[in-house]
């Protein structure tokens, strides 16, 4: 037998932590003490386009190993999910799962969900306390969609892509998610003022929209290392310091007042 095969289990588990869900499945064949081990590793993901459009047969293979997680009392401190939400079954797979991660104590989530056409985002994702990476596509957020408190506070990456969005509601969740680092803001028709300017950890930068979908984005983050922005009315406060900037794009954009930017 190989020495790595010898290894204590939790060690290799940890070797499968690093791989993705499919490449950790391959290496079941490698020897017999192989054979189990990517079934206990402390991360799972699950990607749609895995299954080959076969959405029953990956909704299924999801619930499957949350429950096997769970009966057994194993260790998940990664869950990563990538799924379209085209129907009722889908929402109401998503709206279980959530709970579940919660209760299992995961610690870091990372969720990509889409939508063909604009509907309500289910009010469960923002419950998700473990949340820290956020990618939506096609949805409506309103206030009934957040509810009275956002309690995905360690969100550290934040997608928007043809976002139904008020103003409102977006700086709610900004204002309560500080740790956000990106911040991509694309085609959300609806959202007519960004103010980022509490994101103290806000590293990179993203908003582009059509050009009849004009929007006033007042920024001014030292942190910041990265600003791209296409078709929008720019606001750099006065004082406002960009001593880590490292990229800027301004791409159909009017300045405010560029005096202002500094360092």
């Known amino acids: 037998m190989d020495m790595i095969s010898e290894l204590p289990k939790h060690i290799l ?23 189990n081990i990517w079934c206990t590793r ?5 990607l749609f386009n895995n299954f080959r459009d076969n959405k029953q047969e990956f909704l299924n293979t999801v619930e499957k190993n949350l429950q096997r997680y769970c009966d057994q009392r194993m260790c998940l401190e990664e869950f990563s999910l990538r799924i379209i939400l085209d129907n009722h079954e889908s929402v109401s797979f998503l709206e279980k799962w959530i709970p579940t991660l919660k209760n299992m104590g995961v610690k870091k989530f ?23 990476d956020l990618h939506m596509e096609g949805f409506t957020l309103d206030q009934t969609t957040i509810g009275r408190n956002v309690l995905s506070k360690h969100l ?4 928007l892509v043809k976002v139904e969005i008020e103003d409102g509601v977006f700086q709610k969740i900004i204002s309560s998610c500080p740790l956000i680092e990106i911040l991509l803001v694309k085609s959300c028709k609806t959202l007519r003022n960004i103010k980022v300017n509490n994101l103290l950890r806000l590293r990179k930068f993203h908003f582009s929209s059509r050009p009849d979908e004009k929007c006033s984005i007042e920024i001014h983050p030292a942190s910041l290392e990265t600003i791209n922005i296409g078709h929008a009315d720019v606001l750099f406060p006065k004082g406002a310091e960009f001593q880590n900037l490292k990229s800027l794009c301004l791409n159909h954009v009017m300045l405010t007042s560029f005096d202002n930017f500094s360092s």
């Open 42 to 46: 402390p991360n799972l993901d699950f």
């Open 156 to 159: 550290k990456r934040l997608l």
């Open 110 to 132: 990372r969720l990509s969900i889409y939508w063909k056409y604009s509907r309500q985002l289910p009010s469960v994702v923002f419950e998700a306390e473990s949340l820290q």
């Open 13 to 35: 588990q940890r070797i499968l932590y690093f791989l993705s869900q499919k490449e950790a499945v391959r290496t079941s064949v490698l020897s017999k003490s192989w054979g």
